[in-house]
């Protein structure tokens, strides 16, 4: 509950720097991870003002401070979590390839992701490597980015005002997209959520869609057009919810726009774990917006590793705390992003194909997989599958673009993507096999497949297809058991017996079209 009570502070339009410093809430659970701050100027103050949203995020960070270094020298390095640069960019040299030629010696000790937060814009690129623009954050608010005078007194010359809001950005959104699962569905309320007001009392005329509504919906509208997953979990009549989203032609967001509904009198934790299901992922990745503190304190009891967010009465509010829910912001939006809820749409007219003939039904799918190895122009997409698929994960490995860009590089390395498609979308790349080739053994070292592809009965066609893009040489998976990827090590339980010429005399099923792209 205090939680739920602290986002009218955490979440103001201007976040009061001196409310943010008296701010207590319970320090986030688990071992904290280390974070390396290399850093020009100073960076206390920052970070005790992204204490209390980290603490909300639930993320732990143990920083360690590097003294002030301008020439970036990064003495003393250890192996972190996280690499970040915070530059006052008036001190480092004129010359714009300095900064990268710093970051690649970065790169040198450290295969973890870099983030750079620079008081002006810089140039900064790589496998995982990202630049904050906090010139953005500061303009969209209205509030200045620089104040000179407080250079000698902070140490920065940050405004007061840029680092309060440069402190939320980093913990709510930067980092978590960095270091946490994502988050991959928002599940909402309707009644004093989506609109001021009771359907059943008011009507599907009477209830009020107020500016703050509308933007709110607008923003859920935007997600699910970036890949996100929208919910409906209400308690009302069916019936009366259709006839809602039939009526008010007003409200940005439709009926459709939700891949599941669950309307009913209920449980909404029980309503919560079948939306889960329906959507194949696990109820750590749904976030929950109720305008009911007791519901959402109910549900955090029954399903305490769901998000879970209070919406408010003026809903602008709730519309920030929405855009900071930890882990649902993206640094970038992959292709396969945007692919993902139409394909999860397609999933209903695929169930009603399915026969007792799996030959008759991949003839009926016309499912196609294309098999490409080594491609560096899938690096982000390697690294993002790594970083989001649970279930059909077999190492959980959590490689990124530099692991991946450093198996590229490796000659005894391999990488193989796969992407699916059938007649009623195009999925993308939905699986990745990434091995050491030695003389005598392929050693398998990340197995993944999307969630969107299971249940389509085509994990041997991938993993074997995929083996075959390789030499011919028994293989050997590396497994870790975690809480969410039984599916993968169910699969290799029955098939880890597989002799070396089973691999190698694989026929995709009748009706499934492969293709190779070697280099």
């Not at 990745?285 to 029954?302: H, K, M, S």
């Amino acid at each position: 509950m205090r939680r739920m009570d602290a986002q009218r502070t955490l979440f103001a339009p201007l976040p009061s720097r001196l409310e943010l410093l008296g701010m207590a809430l319970d320090a986030a659970e688990g071992p904290p991870r280390r974070v390396n701050v290399w850093r020009n100027q100073a960076v206390e103050t920052l970070l005790t003002l992204a204490k209390p949203y980290l603490d909300w995020a639930g993320l732990a960070l143990d920083p360690w401070l590097s003294g002030y270094d301008d020439s970036l020298s990064f003495a003393e390095h250890a192996p972190a979590a996280l690499e970040l640069l915070w530059l006052d960019a008036a001190r480092l040299p004129a010359d714009p390839g300095w900064l990268e030629g710093r970051i690649a010696a970065l790169r040198e000790l450290s295969r973890a992701p870099i983030l750079v937060l620079a008081s002006a814009p810089v140039a900064a690129s790589g496998p995982d490597v990202h630049v904050a623009d906090l010139g953005g954050v500061c303009s969209a608010a209205g509030v200045p980015l620089l104040d000179p005078r407080l250079a000698k007194v902070t140490g920065s010359p940050l405004s007061a005002a840029a680092q309060s809001l440069i402190a939320r950005e980093l913990a709510c959104r930067w980092l978590p997209a960095l270091l946490c699962p994502p988050l991959k569905a928002v599940a909402v309320d309707l009644d004093h959520t989506l609109y001021a007001g009771v359907l059943g009392e008011d009507g599907a005329q009477g209830v009020r869609l107020e500016p703050g509504h509308e933007l709110l919906q607008q923003r859920l509208k935007a997600l699910r057009e970036r890949g996100i997953f929208l919910a409906l979990v209400s308690r009302n009549e069916r019936a009366d919810v259709q006839a809602l989203f039939d009526e008010r032609t007003d409200f940005p967001l439709r009926w459709e726009d939700f891949s599941v509904t669950e309307i009913s009198w209920g449980d909404k934790a029980d309503a919560l774990q079948r939306v889960a299901q329906a959507l194949n992922i696990d109820v750590s990745a749904i976030a929950f917006l109720d305008d009911n503190p007791g519901e959402l304190a109910q549900v955090g009891l029954r399903l305490p590793t769901l998000r879970c967010a209070l919406a408010h009465a003026d809903a602008a509010l709730t519309t920030r705390v929405l855009e900071h829910l930890p882990a649902l912001w993206r640094w970038r939006v992959s292709a396969e992003d945007a692919r993902r809820v139409a394909d999860q749409q397609a999933n209903a007219q695929r169930a009603a194909l399915s026969a007792a003939d799996p030959e008759a039904y991949f003839r009926s799918l016309g499912v196609r997989l294309r098999f490409s190895l080594n491609d560096a122009g899938q690096l982000a997409r390697m690294a993002e599958m790594s970083g989001k698929t649970n279930q059909f994960n077999l190492a959980l490995a959590r490689l990124s673009e530099t692991d991946y860009a450093a198996r590229l590089a490796d000659p005894a390395g391999a990488v193989v993507t796969v992407e699916l498609a059938d007649r009623f979308s195009d999925s993308g790349v939905v699986g990745l096999l990434a091995a050491r080739v030695a003389d005598d053994l392929i050693e398998v070292d990340e197995l993944l497949i999307s969630c969107r592809a299971m249940g389509r009965r085509l994990e041997d066609s991938i993993v074997i297809g995929a083996l075959q893009c390789l030499p011919a040489r028994p293989v050997q998976f590396r497994v870790t058991e975690g809480p969410r990827n039984q599916p993968a090590r169910h699969w290799l339980g029955q098939s880890a017996t597989w002799p070396a010429e089973r691999v190698l005399s694989f026929t995709p099923p009748d009706g499934v079209q492969t293709e190779r792209n070697l280099p």
